[in-house]
């Protein structure tokens, strides 16, 4: 099928200058084949093309959140994750992630699951299960997820961030324990044996744990060596739930890829990220989003610890962009469809520009995952992940809740603009005007 996005404005965060401009753009199957600008004259059209009339609404790609936890509960005051079955906990994240995507999240890099669930997802929206002989009697049934970049179980010392002290999970598993550089290399390969993309650790204190503190080292140098190196040699990358600025100084020179939360980030580290290429994804809603933590009944040390680190967390995304840090989004809170756009303004709100927010939410993202290639911007030849929003989004960031349209691989997930479908048999023209 060839579908004509036609009329539209669009935001391509395929440069660092973001302007919209007047375009339609083609897509077939699953794929982006052409933009036509405006001053490309009048569009050839394929007889059996759909076109949609956008009406003058933005159109950008689809966005990311880089660090979720979709069957997560953070920081689960109640305590209920420990005595959730394995199933319950999947039908959630299920839930979590398909509402995702209807709010425009098309992409998602999971930081961290319990029983390998954003693995069961990543397989599930790329529907490539069920398996085997049964998988004939679902090929025409297909189930729309965000795509999902996952890390698995994430990997701590004894005790070390996220644990609940001597309270365990009783049906699930949700971090790896794991002391010494052997030990650590283990879990690390043992996660990507299960089909992680990613590793994480734990390398510092954070926010949840009730005897912990973000600027808490936990990992040693060589612990996070030891799981750069067996990740690195298998070609996947690791990053790091990071507070401590030291912590993460030495998280860099052990080989991290990203830098999770960085709450006390200072100069000399961001110096290092950006000399090193290592990505940073703030997290900023997490000390900053005290209505989200009272709405969720977080326990008051967590609040407590989370407004009292929201200042140097501030600086430390200010430092950042300062130092050319290359920055991605991601808010670490559930559900996602609810955080992951308030996690874009709150970025704003701390002094990025919209344009820096939507590229550190699409292409930025897309490159870190290494599939630049084929995602992040609206480009002929990408898969055709977009979304459409009412107002433009580079004059008020806000303008990402009012979605209006979401595709994934061409396919249309979420149209509100109604009865815009026409086929072409009922145009007269041959060639559509811009
Ligand atoms: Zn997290």
Redesign the pocket.
Known sequence: MTLYLTNGRVIDCATDRLEPYPATVVIEGPQIVAIHERDDGPIPLLPDATVIDLGGRYLLPGLWDC?C?PG?M?PDPHRIACFETEAELTLRALRNTMAALRVGVTALRA??DASFVDIALRETFANRQPAGLWKRGYDDKRLHGPRLFCAGIGIRITGGHGSNGRVEEVYTRSCLEADGPAAVAQAARYVMKMGADWVKLMITGGIAGIREGMGESQMTFDEIKAACEAAHRKGLKVCA?TGAAAAAKEGIRAGLDSI?HGYQLDEEACEMMAERGVYYCP?LSVTHDEEYMRRWEWPDYSIRRALEGAEAHRRALETALKAGVKIVNGA?LNPIADTAIAEIEWVVKAGMTPAQALIASTRRPAEMCGVEDILGTITAGKLADLIVVEANPLQNISALRQVQMVLKEGEIIVDRLGNAVNRFDRLAAASIPL
Do not use: K, L
Request: without cysteine; proline residues 0%.
């Open positions: 660090h936890h997560g953070i930081t961290g739930h999770e997290t670490d």
